[in-house]
């Protein structure tokens, strides 16, 4: 797959660690936020699966201690996967990788996970609106070529 600026992702590969990993957190270059997919869930229904937006760690050290405070329950994880979406949120919404994710916390655990992503997908299209409105204003970070004569 390929974005307007020419970068490629291995859908495939996506495809197999989605498949795979215990929990996969995916980031964005163009906003903070952070997606957090943990496919565990403990035998006595204290912890099941996680899919939320989540604010970014400095490292996957820091990821499993955030991981371990929340999941008290759960072990640290053994497979961990962290990577850059290129595209657009709606890309991402509108992926195989998200259908994968869905597909496999239905057939691990019976659920119905499509309005928990849902929700996680309105949010970072409002985080993504949020980034492109501070670009545009020269806020955050951001500064613009030119200024508006007054």
Known sequence: MTNDNGLTLDIDALLMAAAETEVLVVGFDFMTERVVID?????RGYSLPLLELAEPMADAAERVAWLAER?????PPERFLFFVWPHS????????????????LREAYDADYR?????VIAGLRR????????AIRGLDGFETLWERER
Not at 71 to 75: D, H, K, N, T
Not at 115 to 119: D, M, N, S
Request: charged residues 35%.
């Open 39 to 43: 496919f565990r869930a403990d035998d």
């Open 71 to 75: 999941r008290p329950s759960l072990a």
């Open 89 to 104: 949120i709606r890309t991402l919404a509108d992926s195989p990788v998200a259908d994968r994710i869905l597909e496999r």
């Open 115 to 119: 309005p928990t992503l849902r929700g």
């Open 127 to 134: 985080a993504e609106h949020d980034e492109q409105v501070a």
